[in-house]
Nanobody
Framework: QVQLVESGGGLVEAGGSLRLSCTAS????????MGWFRQAPGKQRELVAE??????NYADSVKGRFSISRDNAKNMVSLQMAGLKPEDTAIYYC??????????WGQGTQVTVSS
């Protein structure tokens, strides 16, 4: 089992910044993939950014605005979001895939961007 605890969501004006963090209950270097997804009302959950075997991967809609980082010592992955737009409003979920291909999700954190 892996527990994921997210923090850092909130309400921000368009053009503003937020930083999301996700702390895992065990060493993140053991994971195959680790990253962030989001789900807006009435839409499917989508990948935002992740670390995978190839390095980092970003959704086209956030490239140049969002940056994913990791701190192995703290078992933490973070998402720095800048230039936020109303269409970035969603619940953001931390996600990991373990070496044996099990998937775990955090509880989600709300990000709301006002216009």
């Amino acid at each position: 089992q892996v527990q994921l605890v997210e923090s850092g969501g909130g309400l921000v004006e368009a053009g503003g910044s937020l930083r999301l963090s996700c702390t895992a209950s065990r060493a993140i270097f053991t994971f195959r993939d680790m990253g962030w997804f989001r789900q807006a009302p009435g839409k499917q959950r989508e990948l935002v950014a992740e670390f995978n075997s190839g390095g980092t991967n970003y959704a086209d809609s956030v490239k140049g605005r969002f940056s994913i980082s990791r701190d192995n010592a703290k078992n933490m992955v973070s998402l720095q979001m800048a230039g936020l737009k109303p269409e970035d409003t969603a619940i953001y979920y931390c996600n990991v895939v373990t070496a044996d291909w099990r998937t775990y999700w955090g509880q989600g954190t709300q990000v709301t961007v006002s216009s």
